[in-house]
């Protein structure tokens, strides 16, 4: 059974900074993208970064710059580093994985797992 747990979520103070934290079992990172979506109250879910079977990433508009996704394979895991953290970051986080032909990561693509979320407030 597929299964994403996400961590490392809570409160933080406006530009400061929080890594949350995708474990995988049940798939290979090798096989798979893996996204983080969000999503707040009263908003449409928005993709927020991927990274690819291969390890390219790609990054929504409003987080480049200040958000950087990783993983370390051997362990099935994928990081979210969040920095200069403002209130419009505040939304439950999902980690997403599909298994993946391709050699790129879409955030517009259908997704077939996900974890439960996490909150991440930002506010002061």
């Known amino acids: 059974q597929v299964q994403l747990v996400e961590s490392g979520g809570g409160l933080v103070q406006p530009g400061g900074s929080l890594r949350l934290s995708c474990a995988a079992s049940?798939?290979?990172?090798?096989?798979?993208?893996i996204a983080w979506f969000r999503q707040a109250p009263g908003r449409e879910r928005e993709g927020v970064a991927c990274?690819?079977?291969?390890?390219?990433?790609d990054y929504a508009d409003s987080v480049k710059d200040r958000f950087t996704i990783s993983r370390v394979v051997a362990n099935n895991t994928v990081f979210l580093q969040m920095n200069s953290l403002k209130p419009e970051d505040t939304a439950v986080y999902y980690c997403?994985?599909?298994?993946?032909?391709?050699?790129?990561?879409?955030?517009?693509?259908?997704?077939?797992?996900w974890g439960q979320g996490i909150q991440v407030t930002v506010s002061s």
């Open positions: 997403a994985a599909d298994q993946s032909w391709l050699l790129i990561c879409n955030m517009g693509y259908k997704y077939d797992y």
């Open positions: 049940g798939l290979t990172l090798d096989t798979h993208s």
């Open positions: 990274v690819s079977k291969i390890g390219t990433t």
